[in-house]
DNA sequence: CGCCACATGTAAAAAGTTACATGATTAG
DNA sequence: CTAATCATGTAACTTTTTACATGTGGCG
């Protein structure tokens, strides 16, 4: 999967892993993160797979840079991959819900105390992904042109997340208020 | 992870691994799975920690089963676990917000397609969750009451399951719409 | 007759996480 | 002076997935 995310982005432009890093914090990390660890050993994989060629360029000073291209291989690699439909839903795995399964037996208030922070972290994403929704009607009209199809797809993911934030957020504070009284 | 789960559900019941695998797909599986491979090596190490014991039981005619039950030691590390608090939202792995990250280059009718498909499955999945809800309200009264606790964190679960259902169905259907005019 | 349920496992590969490691520059 | 940013990587480990493997009994 992280393979076809860097390739995703080399498909816009070369880029060195740590450019790949700091792009995906920002956008995709939100429904897949990764290490830098993984990023740098899958582009040396995927260099030698083919689908991407890099430059190892000096950097003054600072240390050298190694920067990624994406070859006509790895182009139709990730035609492939998206051009495949995707026939199941994509599996969950929340370690919050696998501990409140299990919460029976845990003191309420620590329970409380651990949904109430939950709520606290949920509300700061909501925020955030608002400020980015934002930013993006704002900074609208000094958009490249070439991404312009790019940034509708981009800001329908950016729904996803904030409805799963609102609807995670309302389902904490409903759960609050049964525990409470429980 | 699936260490706990293992250790949450044998903390009820001694059991085979074939009966935790059918319990997990039942209940856990929703936001966390795990494949019969996993179980049974898992439960294995865990013999080895000392968290549970097991019995081997001959089956006539049928395979042997193995009984494990959990131990004093096993009963803590579950207790340990539970009492932290979990202070990071856990992260999301979307393959389906992936690919739709990067969609701007494929023909939109297969993109609709697939998240025609998707909203389905997921029409089918919150179908699930709503029967299992019911049936919860009608078996209510047959419930062994040593559960009746631990019902009530299973049905917070389950409502969650619900709202990220619905969440996830109104963006499909939303997002259906607005790349129909794209 | 063929498939499903029962019941268990091993092996290998892939994916992901955590820790270790370096070393210069720059901002507070 | 201390921390952060830049920029890369390796190693060890854990977790998860996929595939291989076995053998009976019952149902249609």
Same mark, same amino acid.
């Given at each position: ?29 939100? +429904? /897949? !993160?990764? !290490? !830098? ?7 040396? =994989?995927?260099? *030698? ?29 990730? =035609?492939? /991959?998206?051009? $495949?439909? =995707? ?7 929340? &370690? %919050? %819900? #696998?501990?409140?399964? +299990?919460?029976? =037996?845990?003191?309420? $208030? *620590? ?15 909501? @925020?955030?992904?608002?400020?980015? @929704?934002?930013?993006? #009607?704002?900074?609208?009209? *000094?958009?490249?042109?070439?991404? $312009?199809?790019?940034?509708?797809? /981009? ?10 934030? &609102? @609807?995670?957020? @309302? /389902? ?8 409470? #009284?429980?």
């Amino acid at each position: 999967m992280i393979k076809f995310i860097l390739l995703g982005f080399l498909n816009y432009q070369p880029m060195t892993g740590y450019d790949l890093k700091q792009t995906i914090d920002e956008s995709t990390a939100h +429904f /897949w !993160h990764a !290490h !830098h660890s993984q990023i740098y050993t899958t582009l040396r =994989q995927m260099d *030698q797979e083919g689908l991407v060629t890099s430059v190892q360029v000096p950097g003054e000073g600072l240390p050298d840079r190694r920067i990624y291209t994406i070859t006509p291989a790895g182009k139709q690699a990730l =035609q492939t /991959w998206l051009n $495949q439909t =995707q026939t199941e839903v994509s599996p969950i795995k929340e &370690e %919050l %819900l #696998v501990r409140l399964f +299990f919460s029976a =037996q845990r003191d309420p $208030q *620590q329970v409380l105390t651990e949904l109430r922070l939950q709520c606290e972290l949920h509300r700061e994403k909501l @925020a955030a992904y608002r400020r980015i @929704a934002e930013e993006m #009607v704002n900074h609208h009209a *000094q958009a490249i042109p070439s991404l $312009q199809r790019d940034k509708h797809f /981009w800001r329908l993911t950016l729904e996803m997340g904030m409805r799963y934030e &609102e @609807a995670y957020i @309302a /389902w904490l504070e409903d759960s609050i208020r049964k525990i409470e #009284v429980l």
